[in-house]
């Protein structure tokens, strides 16, 4: 039978619940009653034939039969429509009329049967009514008026018959009639605490299921709204991203170059201090981007087999005059050990360590060194800076924390280092301690898992033995942001290069038609208007030309899908904002390699 379950918002609704659950279980039980009083009345007609004449049995056992049919045809009803809360007060109304009403025919034949002349027949009528009593407590005990408006007429016409014998032993049978009944009672109560027990247990069971359904749909809704959130930062943090570099990038070249073409010392002194914001100002702008874009999700995890000294070979490289110019020693062990990890953001989180060591340390040195523990490699930036108290040694992965720098000097940077060194470790699922003693310095670990040597794919970027410019290089400088490709060719014209420019494929195609000569080197930007990119203007330019010239990307974006699709170009690629000098490594190994290329194929 259907049984609908409304969530329980008041008492009233409770109680109306419950008594539904109630009716369920009579419906449930009512197909044996009906067939067990059928039955039963059936005995008692073809019994009682030498006690009661046909005219009084027939009557009475067509009204039994009429109400058998009336009963099966409303129990059908009741279990094809459902059971509401509006019409089960109704229900239980019909079915304890229909109840007593029969019991009331029983209690009348009873009445009419017993006999003091005939005590079998007296007997075999009352044990049928005690047995009706006994299943009755049984399968309708939960339901109070139902039964009592049940027994009550079932039984008290055949005490009272009883009693009203001479022989003082249909007395004694009177008084135990009465008291099976309350001992029926009795049991009765037990029965239905045990049954009702069972329903409200049931109830609290649907209320709590439906609490965990609206706890999930929140939860879902939550999950829903964080994953559009996310993908809203992402869109923000690429669009961000590519618009906010392309000033800083700009701005970067432009002091590089003007530090260059600077001969007055007071005024080399004064681009160097302009460089030197322009370098915080880029090294705050990344610190951020970084965090957000490792909070949003927006870095993919893109795990090799690498020779682990290439890598350490460019921190060196770049951290070393750091370390001179503060009069530190700066020593990195380079041992061939391969690693199984992302090089590009272990890059990121190594620098990370390195710059970290090296700001808070102002005598002694920093050193990096490696070694193999069981089947790890561990990797340890070392200081004899400051050091980090131990109650501290947790507290410095959070952001912005910065100890004995309460000042907040920008020369210390601005406190977001470890805590990307901790984001990137979680996503790269390696483990970073610190041990550190104040005053005497710090250890940093990072334990990588070990690579295969034989499927090391990692090459490194560039060759730094071949990291000078070949006299008058002609670079293609392709990017939409005037600005940008003034301060790009500013730069290049320092480095003695000679430099053209363009803002599209067709202007760049127009303008070396125009002058017929085959540039060195191509350098875009990725994402240029009217949908245009990078890698197909390079393309566009190559078969033009039906050469394959060198090409290097710049971007400025930060969307996965978008670096993924530059990534898979085969281009080397530097991001907006990029250093001057990874700028002239790269256009130097560029050319070489095509060289050597050239030079191989003849």
Same mark, same amino acid.
């Given at each position: /039978?259907?049984?609908?379950?409304?969530?329980?918002?008041?008492?009233?609704?409770?109680?109306?619940?419950?008594?539904?659950?109630?009716?369920?279980?009579?419906?449930?039980?009512?197909?044996?009653?009906?067939?067990?009083?059928?039955?039963?009345?059936?005995?008692?007609?073809?019994?009682? @034939?030498?006690?009661?004449?046909?005219?009084?049995?027939?009557?009475?056992?067509?009204?039994?039969?009429?109400?058998?049919?009336?009963?099966?045809?409303?129990?059908?009803?009741?279990?094809?429509?459902?059971?509401?809360?509006?019409?089960?007060?109704?229900?239980?109304?019909?079915?304890?009329?229909?109840?007593?009403?029969?019991?009331?025919?029983?209690?009348?034949?009873?009445?009419?049967?017993?006999?003091?002349?005939?005590?079998?027949?007296?007997?075999?009528?009352? /044990?049928?009514?005690?047995?009706?009593?006994?299943?009755?407590?049984? %399968?309708? %005990?939960?339901?109070?008026? /139902?039964?009592?408006?049940?027994?009550?007429?079932?039984?008290?016409?055949?005490?009272?018959?009883?009693?009203?014998?001479?022989?003082?032993?249909?007395?004694?049978?009177?008084?135990?009639?009465?008291?099976?009944?309350?001992?029926?009672?009795?049991? +009765?109560?037990?029965?239905?605490?045990?049954?009702?027990?069972?329903?409200?247990?049931?109830?609290?069971?649907?209320?709590?299921?439906?609490?965990?359904?609206?706890?999930?749909?929140?939860?879902?809704?939550?999950?829903?709204?964080?994953?559009?959130?996310?993908?809203?930062?992402?869109?923000?943090?690429?669009?961000?991203?590519?618009?906010?570099?392309?000033?800083?990038?700009?701005?970067?070249?432009?002091?590089?170059?003007?530090?260059? @073409?600077?001969?007055?010392?007071?005024?080399?002194?004064?681009?160097?201090?302009?460089? %030197?914001?322009?370098?915080?100002?880029?090294?705050?702008?990344?610190?951020?981007?970084?965090?957000?874009?490792?909070?949003?999700?927006?870095?993919?995890?893109?795990?090799?087999?690498?020779?682990?000294?290439?890598?350490?070979?460019?921190?060196?490289?770049?951290?070393?005059?750091?370390?001179?110019?503060?009069?530190?020693?700066?020593?990195?062990?380079?041992?061939?050990?391969?690693?199984?990890?992302?090089?590009?953001?272990?890059?990121?989180?190594?620098?990370?360590?390195?710059?970290?060591?090296?700001?808070?340390?102002? +005598?002694?040195?920093? %050193?990096?060194?490696?070694?193999?523990?069981?089947?790890?490699?561990?990797?340890?930036?070392?200081?004899?800076?400051?050091?980090?108290?131990?109650?501290?040694?947790?507290?410095?992965?959070?952001?912005?924390?910065?100890?004995?720098?309460?000042?907040?000097?920008?020369?210390?940077?601005?406190?977001?280092?470890?805590?990307?060194?901790?984001?990137?470790?979680?996503?790269?699922?390696?483990?970073?301690?610190?041990?550190?003693?104040?005053?005497?310095?710090?250890?940093?670990?990072?334990?990588?898992?070990?690579?295969?040597?034989?499927? +090391?794919?990692?090459?490194?970027?560039?060759?730094?033995?071949?990291?000078?410019?070949?006299?008058?290089?002609?670079?293609?400088?392709?990017?939409?942001?005037?600005?940008?490709?003034?301060?790009?060719?500013?730069?290049?014209?320092?480095?003695?290069?000679?430099?053209?420019?363009?803002?599209?494929?067709?202007?760049?195609?127009?303008?070396?038609?125009?002058?017929?000569?085959?540039?060195?080197?191509?350098?875009?930007?990725?994402?240029?208007?009217?949908?245009?990119?990078?890698?197909?203007?390079?393309?566009?330019?190559?078969?033009?030309?039906?050469?394959?010239?060198?090409?290097?990307?710049?971007?400025?974006?930060?969307?996965?899908?978008?670096?993924?699709?530059?990534?898979?170009?085969?281009?080397?690629?530097?991001?907006?904002?990029?250093?001057?000098?990874?700028?002239?490594?790269?256009?130097?190994?560029?050319?070489?390699?095509?060289?050597?290329?050239?030079?191989? @194929?003849?």
């Amino acid at each position: /039978m259907p049984d609908s379950h409304a969530a329980s918002l008041t008492l009233e609704d409770r109680e109306q619940d419950t008594r539904i659950a109630q009716f369920v279980l009579l419906c449930g039980n009512l197909v044996w009653i009906i067939l067990g009083t059928f039955f039963a009345a059936l005995a008692l007609f073809l019994a009682l @034939q030498e006690q009661l004449p046909l005219s009084q049995r027939l009557p009475w056992f067509g009204v039994v039969i009429v109400l058998t049919i009336l009963r099966t045809v409303l129990l059908r009803y009741w279990y094809r429509e459902p059971t509401t809360q509006q019409n089960v007060n109704r229900r239980i109304v019909v079915a304890t009329l229909f109840a007593t009403t029969m019991a009331s025919l029983f209690g009348l034949l009873a009445y009419l049967a017993v006999s003091e002349n005939n005590p079998l027949t007296s007997l075999l009528v009352v /044990m049928v009514l005690t047995g009706m009593v006994a299943s009755a407590t049984a %399968s309708v %005990s939960h339901l109070l008026p /139902m039964y009592v408006l049940y027994i009550f007429p079932l039984m008290l016409p055949v005490a009272y018959r009883l009693s009203g014998f001479d022989q003082a032993g249909y007395h004694w049978i009177a008084g135990l009639i009465l008291l099976y009944l309350v001992v029926c009672l009795g049991t +009765s109560r037990s029965i239905r605490a045990s049954i009702m027990h069972s329903i409200n247990v049931r109830y609290d069971n649907l209320d709590l299921l439906d609490d965990v359904r609206r706890e999930k749909q929140r939860a879902e809704v939550a999950l829903t709204r964080e994953e559009q959130a996310n993908h809203a930062k992402s869109k923000f943090l690429a669009a961000a991203s590519h618009d906010l570099r392309q000033p800083l990038h700009s701005l970067r070249l432009f002091t590089a170059t003007l530090e260059l @073409q600077t001969r007055d010392t007071k005024h080399k002194t004064l681009v160097s201090q302009i460089d %030197s914001s322009v370098k915080s100002l880029e090294d705050l702008f990344n610190a951020l981007l970084d965090i957000s874009k490792l909070d949003a999700g927006t870095f993919t995890v893109d795990k090799q087999h690498a020779y682990l000294d290439i890598l350490l070979s460019q921190i060196e490289g770049e951290f070393k005059p750091l370390a001179e110019e503060k009069q530190l020693e700066f020593h990195v062990e380079l041992e061939d050990h391969v690693v199984y990890t992302d090089v590009l953001l272990l890059e990121r989180l190594l620098r990370n360590l390195a710059s970290n060591a090296i700001r808070y340390t102002d +005598s002694g040195g920093v %050193s990096i060194t490696t070694a193999i523990e069981d089947d790890h490699v561990v990797v340890k930036v070392c200081d004899t800076g400051v050091g980090i108290p131990g109650e501290d040694q947790a507290r410095i992965f959070e952001e912005f924390v910065q100890l004995g720098n309460a000042e907040r000097d920008r020369n210390q940077g601005i406190g977001l280092g470890l805590s990307i060194v901790k984001r990137l470790s979680v996503l790269l699922g390696v483990d970073v301690a610190v041990e550190s003693t104040p005053v005497k310095g710090s250890v940093f670990s990072v334990t990588l898992p070990l690579g295969d040597p034989e499927q +090391s794919r990692f090459t490194p970027s560039h060759d730094p033995a071949r990291s000078e410019l070949g006299d008058s290089l002609f670079v293609l400088v392709i990017d939409d942001e005037e600005e940008a490709c003034l301060a790009v060719e500013g730069l290049l014209e320092t480095w003695g290069c000679i430099v053209m420019t363009a803002t599209s494929g067709d202007a760049a195609i127009t303008q070396l038609e125009e002058i017929g000569e085959v540039p060195d080197v191509l350098l875009s930007d990725y994402r240029l208007r009217e949908g245009e990119t990078g890698g197909v203007v390079i393309q566009r330019i190559r078969e033009h030309l039906n050469k394959t010239i060198p090409a290097i990307i710049l971007t400025g974006d930060i969307a996965p899908d978008r670096l993924q699709d530059i990534k898979a170009l085969g281009y080397p690629m530097l991001h907006k904002p990029c250093e001057p000098e990874a700028l002239r490594r790269l256009l130097a190994f560029a050319t070489s390699s095509a060289s050597t290329n050239t030079a191989t @194929q003849t």
